[in-house]
Nanobody, 119 residues
Framework: QVQLVESGGGLVQAGGSLRLSCAAS????????MGWFRQAPGKEREFVAG????????SYADSVKGRFTISRDNGKNTVYLQMNSLKPEDTAVYYC????????????WGQGTQVTVSS
């Protein structure tokens, strides 16, 4: 069974940092793009960051450019999201997903991990 499990969320003050992890199991994802998405209360889910299968190409939403960094470790079948200079508007449930191209989503959504940034 293919599964993506997000972790690393929590409560942090504005200006703080968090590192999210997404561990994949059931198959290798080293040949697929990976991405992070988020959904804030009352809002639609949105793309945050994506990384291609080699890790050589990344893409970010304008709202997180310069603050967030996506990376992956294909040996561990894991993708990370380093979030710095967090703002209250970053508060959301963060999800990961995978697909053939940056930003694409080929799996159902997992439980995600809650990130709460206090002002």
């Amino acid at each position: 069974q293919v599964q993506l499990v997000e972790s690393g969320g929590g409560l942090v003050q504005a200006g703080g940092s968090l590192r999210l992890s997404c561990a994949a199991s059931g198959r290798t994802f080293s040949d697929a793009a990976m991405g992070w998405f988020r959904q804030a209360p009352g809002k639609e889910r949105e793309f945050v960051a994506g990384i291609n299968w080699t890790g050589g190409r990344t893409s970010y939403a304008d709202s997180v450019k310069g603050r967030f960094t996506i990376s992956r470790d294909n040996g561990k079948n894991t993708v990370y999201l380093q979030m710095n200079s967090l703002k209250p508007e970053d508060t959301a449930v963060y999800y990961c997903n995978t697909g053939p191209t940056l930003g694409s989503t080929a799996l159902g959504w997992g439980q995600g991990t809650q990130v709460t940034v206090s002002s």
